[in-house]
């Protein structure tokens, strides 16, 4: 794969509670000035836990299909 495939942040929707910081396992996310991102890409183990625990909905993580050949 030539990019990672990362959580999505929607800072529209986020009340920077924090939790996603606090939640993941892989501690790849920070807060910053305008709220949650990804500061360590290469750490996340794309788990999903984000996405399950942030009560605004504003992680979602998506799934790239690639086709085999
Ligand atoms: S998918 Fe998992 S490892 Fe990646 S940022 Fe979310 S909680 Fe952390
Ligand atoms: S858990 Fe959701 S609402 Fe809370 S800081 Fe993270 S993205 Fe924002």
Redesign the pocket.
Same mark, same amino acid.
Do not use: E, F, N, R
């Given at each position: 794969m030539s990019e990672w495939v990362? $959580?999505e942040i929607n800072l529209d929707m986020c009340d920077r509670c924090g939790a &996603?910081v606090e939640?993941? $396992? #892989?501690g790849?996310?920070e807060m910053g000035p305008e709220g949650p991102f990804?500061a360590r890409p290469e %750490? &996340?183990?794309? &788990? #999903?836990? &984000? %996405?399950a625990i942030c009560p605004r909905g504003a992680?979602t993580?998506t799934y790239e299909i690639i086709w085999g050949t």
């Open positions: 990362l $959580p &996603c939640q993941c $396992p #892989a790849a996310v990804i %750490d &996340c183990t794309y &788990c #999903a836990q &984000c %996405d992680i993580v």
